[in-house]
């Protein structure tokens, strides 16, 4: 068992799915859960229920993913807001999918993702670099690249592989990255050179607090050798 499904009540109503590994957070901790709550933004939910879901073994990467119940529409309205109100390294709407998806990355770093229920949106384009979109790049590369490590550390060697392909094609290629890292350690090489060859040529500059923490967390992991 991966992980725990909870429901909750208070403004909205909520269940997430909380990653438990040991020396981690319990499955079972309503103090556990009401900080992941606060920190993403929504303070005050009361834990009413505690089921379980089939899953993989959690990794001290693992992420916690909410679901929120309400109507789909204002909660996607209010949850950036509420987000920024705790100050994230990362927030931004899934690109990639169809279903609603706020992913946010925390100080830690911890990455939560937001999914209201029955919310969609329309799957975008691959990035364009550029200086009002680089904050953006960097915000969506490092939260995929936290996640793929939880899955490195699973020996997802498939999964992660898919999606190295799948961030060539989205990210890393419109960076100008020329093949398909076969590694995330790899990727990550990459990723930072094209990144300072754009952000030099147009003379811009991203906070990389981020990418620091993200980096700092798979090294300690040993999913990075090198930083």
């Known amino acids: 068992m991966e992980l ?30 009401q900080k992941v709550l606060a920190r993403a933004g929504l303070n005050g939910w009361e834990l009413v ?56 990355v925390m100080d830690g770093p911890v990455k939560v993702d937001l999914f209201p229920i029955r919310g969609s949106r329309q799957v975008q384009p691959p990035w364009v670099p550029g200086a009002g979109t680089h904050a953006a790049i960097d915000a969506h590369f490092w939260d995929w690249t936290l996640w793929l490590g939880s899955k490195s550390l699973r020996g997802e060697r498939q999964l992660v592989a898919g999606e190295l392909a799948k961030m060539h094609w989205f990210l890393l290629g ?29 003379g811009t500059v991203v906070d990389p607090e981020l990418g620091r923490q993200v980096s700092e967390a798979l090294r300690r992991h040993g999913v990075l050798t090198t930083i």
């Open 174 to 202: 419109p960076l100008g990255v020329a093949s398909c890292p076969a590694r995330l350690s790899e990727t990550v090489v990459s990723y930072r050179r094209a990144r300072a060859e754009a952000l030099e040529a147009l």
């Open 4 to 33: 725990g499904l909870f429901l909750v009540r208070g403004w909205r109503q909520a269940r997430w799915t909380e990653p438990s590994e040991p020396g981690g957070p319990d499955s079972n901790s309503s103090e556990e859960i």
């Open 49 to 104: 229920a505690v089921d379980h879901i089939e899953g993989g073994t959690a990794t001290g990467l693992s992420d916690w993913d909410l679901y929120l119940e309400g109507e789909s529409a204002d909660l996607m309205a209010e949850i950036p807001a509420l987000v920024a109100s705790v100050r994230p390294l990362a927030a931004f709407w899934e690109p990639l999918s169809e279903q609603a998806g706020y992913m946010i």
